[in-house]
């Protein structure tokens, strides 16, 4: 087997089309007699509906039909659970999910009361206007230590003091770790997040073909498979009646995961009733009410330590808003309950958490998927301690890793995928050395720093660490297949949104079959080419389809193999699979191209033996039993202004472990992509409500993502621990770019500011300008 | 040994956004021909444009429709004034709620007073306005801005309108006091509804319209 593709920073197949504007999105499908649809959003965060009235809506010219929730009939009814609650002894779970078009009450600003069919999208805009709602508005619940008290309004009328869910986990005894102490740092932190916003908003298209009984569904989503499955059974069919397509995609990033999304449910179900193709794409101002968040949890959290900066124990009790709705359950409130942890020995851990339902939006994982307000809370108490104790923060990190010897490690907690959380492999000390030594953090600190302090130059450096587990189950599938013209064809459950899986997969295959990396034509996100899967979510392309991928490959070339001695009537160990040929060793003219021994072995005449496969074609399932430990450490020099407190990133080092790599250039593309959201998170970008619910900055005027001006250029580096649970020690590393960048913030700010630490410290994301001038009152530098 | 630390913060997590609306304006005339000025709804036709209707609900209700003309953009919204702690001639608060179909919603109140001042009377307004919906979204501090200019512009023709009002001019009937059947402090109360009505829905509108 060659390896001449596997670890190459080859180019990416897919990149001269999407360059080209040759790909196909979903706002690309115009279809013959397809119709426009637009939906009303309430502008309550919290309201009674007394009346709808679309008779106006339904009269103006142009318009097919208007819905409301009544007119849905049987088919209106709640969402499904996604992810149950993993099983967490005396778990509370009160499970409360969307709804396609609000019924009595509205629940969030943005949630959709009626969606009218028009023969353009203009013409369904206007009827919006026409549709007469009455509105009795009702107390709102945003800020969320106020709506969790039981006299609250209530966002759903049975869930008093608005919990949606109770978890308590332990490790050990803190109370007693805590009581040996020589020091307890006790902080209360903030961490808001914000919006994925990707550059393509979601979109639907839907086609019932009444002749061939068949519906196929365009969607901009990241998990073909189940929006399948689930819609078929939401509207009475076969799985086989329905193929779900997710074409080429701007931008996942987890809010594409959320599955069954309103517009998701009701737009083939419009479909299939007026018997006309309907399409919807979301508009920018939609996206931000309409798809879902990731926000606000405060952590009241406390760390206890022996004198030398020894970990005792943590104690973390923390409040998490979910939004209105809950139907990915408990996924990101755990991941952040896991990811507290870190690369840290943390022999007593207590970790208790308030999922609390809001009058906003939902909340759903978005790149981290809540392992950054873990990561955000354990790296200040750290840097805290450290100051307190007076060790070098980078010092108080190495003398608690967890260290080589200790791999696999078992942390005992129940993380997202229902097992205890363990780390297969990992090396922190010498990520944490490489960082380091790339930044120069010791001629920095002692050289270069007081210089320009010295010239009146604010500057700072900030170093911080994390894990993140990555490639969780259940499972994926491909299918790899030899064509009689060569060329290899690649399937695979999952969807793509820019991660290069057209190429990574590729590379797995080329090499696995001999073949030209253009030769290989991989297949994402159709539910007619591949039957099973999850879904492309928590970094688990790579890991879990790829390995499948690989799998699958592996069985095809022991197909060609046997083929071949057959054909050339000589040894397995004399043959040779390079260049699309497969050849005898040493003897020249005894070469077969591959599409040649394809068609070979797939007659359509003659007898063959028991057991015998045509062609060369194979599916393999690979389902880990739990996820891989990627982990890294970002560092960062930064210079800031402290009279306009606009800040400029001079140098951005990220160390990353993900196991093997298979396209180094693919690798960077994804931790680039994650820490420009990282930046974002961390000092731009926040969702800002008041409280009665409204979302006051719902456009790209007040809702500030990062330009190319904020985005430096970033330095990685690799560190390499395969993973130990897959053949190919692939760990994931989609989410990594985005983890750490807040608890980095914070550190490296509070250093360049050198704010009085006894009275002012950074203990909330995001920061911005306006953000530091307030925390630094009236304190001058 | 043992040292605790715990630190208060202050959390950024949510706000309070209430949109404060406050002015004053010395009208050069008596506050009594204010208060009689501001019973003419032919005085606030004029002053609020676009004013389509009101309609007298009850004794302390009232209906409004205005329709937003600003260049070749127009929109409509409807609002319900509701009066209270009438202190004729000097003073009475209002609450005011509204709808602007899809683009969003207002409510608030507002506390209106008159005083004399040397010849002339000032006339003072506290607003508090909660936006919602698309009007909230594009962002209050844009709202504040082109909420003022409007006032300005309202109080100008207004003053303008009394001026011209007060002082006898041939073919003009005088000022008469008009017969009313829901009394005159209503009417002051619908004329500073409308105002701060029209004040927060006709330049959302605008907004909207130009940030589309």
Request: proline content about 6%; some cysteine; glycine content about 10%.
């Amino acid at each position: 087997m060659s390896t001449r593709y596997f670890g190459a920073r080859t180019k990416r197949n897919e990149d001269e089309r999407l360059l080209t504007g040759k790909a196909l999105f979903v706002d690309d499908i115009v279809l013959p007699g397809m119709l426009h649809a637009a939906f009303l959003r309430s502008p309550y965060a919290h309201a009674r509906i007394a009346k709808v009235d679309a008779s106006a809506a339904r009269q103006r010219n142009g318009v097919v039909a208007v819905f409301t929730a009544q007119d849905l009939g049987d088919y209106w009814k709640p969402g499904p659970l996604l992810v149950p609650p993993p099983p967490i002894r005396d778990a509370i779970f009160n499970e409360r999910t969307q709804v396609p078009l609000a019924k009595e009450k509205v629940r969030h600003v943005g949630e959709p009361v009626a969606i009218v069919i028009a023969e353009s999208r203009y013409i369904a805009e206007d009827a919006l206007a026409d549709i007469d709602v009455d509105f009795e508005q009702l107390g709102t619940v945003a800020a969320l230590r106020k709506a969790i008290q039981p006299e609250s309004p209530r966002v759903h009328d049975d869930v008093a003091g608005n919990i949606a869910a109770q978890v308590h986990q332990t490790k050990g005894d803190y109370s007693a770790a805590a009581r040996q102490a020589h020091l307890v740092v006790r902080r209360t932190l903030t961490y808001d997040h914000g919006c994925a916003q990707p550059i393509e908003t979601r979109g639907v298209v839907a086609h019932w073909e009444a002749r061939e009984d068949k519906l196929t569904v365009w969607d901009t989503t990241q998990a073909p498979v189940p929006i399948r499955n689930g819609l078929a059974a939401l509207l009475g069919l076969s799985e086989k009646q329905v193929r779900v397509i997710a074409p080429f995609i701007g931008g996942g990033f987890g809010c594409k995961v959320m599955m069954f999304y309103p517009e998701e449910v009701l737009i083939p179900w419009v479909a299939m009733n007026l018997e006309r193709p309907v399409k919807w794409i979301e508009d920018r101002a939609e996206h931000f009410t309409g798809t879902s968040h990731e926000r606000g949890q405060i952590h009241d959290a406390e760390i206890a330590l022996t004198k030398d900066g020894k970990i005792l124990g943590i104690k973390d009790v923390f409040l998490h808003d979910t939004g209105a709705y809950d139907p990915y359950g408990l996924t990101v409130p755990i991941n952040t309950q896991c990811h507290l942890l870190g690369p840290y020995l943390v022999p007593n851990y207590d970790s208790t958490f308030t999922a609390i339902f809001t009058n906003k939006p939902i909340v759903t994982p978005y790149r981290g998927a809540g392992r950054q307000h873990g990561v955000f809370v354990m790296e200040r108490l750290l840097d805290i301690a450290a100051r307190k104790l007076g060790i070098d923060r980078t010092e108080i990190r190495r003398r608690n890793f967890i260290s080589s010897e200790e791999f696999p490690y078992n942390n005992e907690i129940i993380s997202q995928d229902f097992v205890p959380l363990k780390y297969d492999s990992g090396d922190y000390s010498a990520i944490l050395a490489r960082a380091l030594e790339t930044i120069g953090y010791e001629r920095f600190v002692s050289h270069e720093q007081p210089t320009l302090r010295a010239q009146g130059i604010h500057v700072g450096i900030g170093v911080v660490c994390y894990v993140e587990v990555t490639g969780i189950g259940p499972y994926e599938g491909a299918r790899v297949h030899v064509q009689s013209n060569g060329k290899v064809s690649v399937a695979t459950g999952i969807g793509t949104q820019g991660q290069g899986h057209y190429t990574s997969f590729a590379q797995i295959v080329a090499d696995q079959l001999g073949v030209d990396l253009s030769d290989v034509e991989v297949t994402t996100g159709d539910t007619d080419q591949f039957y099973w899967g999850a879904g492309t979510f928590a970094s688990r392309g790579a890991v879990v389809a790829g390995n499948a991928v690989n799998q699958a490959a592996t069985i095809v070339r022991r197909k060609i193999l046997h083929a071949a001695t057959k054909h050339f009537e000589c040894a397995e160990s004399d043959l040779i699979a390079a260049g699309g040929r497969v050849s005898v060793a040493g003897v020249p003219g005894h070469s077969i191209k591959l599409g040649e021994l394809a068609k070979k072995a797939n007659p359509t005449r003659g007898a063959v033996e028991f057991g015998t496969e045509p062609g060369f074609e194979a599916t393999s399932y690979f389902g880990p039993p739990c996820g891989t430990a990627a982990s890294g450490a970002h560092a960062m020099i930064v210079a800031i202004d402290p009279k306009t407190m606009i800040l400029e990133i001079k140098r951005y080092v990220v160390v990353h472990d993900c196991g093997t790599v298979i396209n180094p250039l693919i690798v960077e593309g994804q931790i680039h992509g994650g820490v420009a959201q990282g930046i974002g998170n961390a000092f731009y970008e926040q969702l800002v409500f008041d409280d009665f619910g409204q979302l006051l900055n719902a456009s790209f005027a007040d809702y500030l993502l990062p330009t190319a001006i904020d985005v430096p250029r970033i330095e990685v580096s690799h560190v390499v621990t395969p993973s130990t649970l897959n053949p190919l020690g692939i760990k994931g590393v989609g989410e990594a770019g985005a983890i750490p960048v807040g608890a980095l913030f914070a550190q490296a700010l509070e250093d360049a500011l050198e704010l009085p630490r006894d009275e002012i410290e950074l203990l909330e994301i995001p920061l911005s300008p306006n953000r530091l001038w307030e925390l630094s009152g009236s304190w001058n530098p | 040994m043992e040292s605790l630390e715990s630190k208060a913060i202050v959390s950024p997590l949510s706000r309070d956004s209430a949109m404060e609306i406050t002015g004053q304006r010395l009208i050069p005339v008596a506050q009594a021909q204010v208060w009689d000025a501001l019973n003419e709804p032919d005085v606030l036709k004029v002053c609020i444009p676009g004013c389509e209707s009101m309609e007298a609900i009850s004794d302390t209700e009232l209906r409004v429709v205005v329709t937003a003309a600003i260049g070749p953009v127009k929109a409509k919204f409807a609002g319900k004034l509701l009066l209270a702690d009438v202190n004729p001639p000097n003073s009475y608060r209002l609450s005011f709620e509204g709808s602007g179909g899809p683009a969003g919603f207002g409510n608030g109140d507002a506390l209106v007073r008159l005083t004399p001042e040397g010849a002339g009377t000032r006339l003072s307004y506290q607003a508090n306005a909660r936006i919602g919906g698309k009007l909230a979204q594009i962002g209050s501090r844009l709202i504040d801005g082109v909420a003022k200019k409007m006032v300005d512009e309202f109080f100008q023709r207004f003053t303008v309108k009394l001026a011209g009002l007060s002082m006898p001019a041939a073919g003009k009937p005088p000022l008469a006091s008009t017969t009313k059947s829901t009394g005159p402090s209503l009417e002051i109360a619908f004329a500073f509804a409308l105002i701060v009505t029209a004040i927060v829905f006709i330049n959302d509108f605008v907004l909207i319209w130009l940030l589309r």
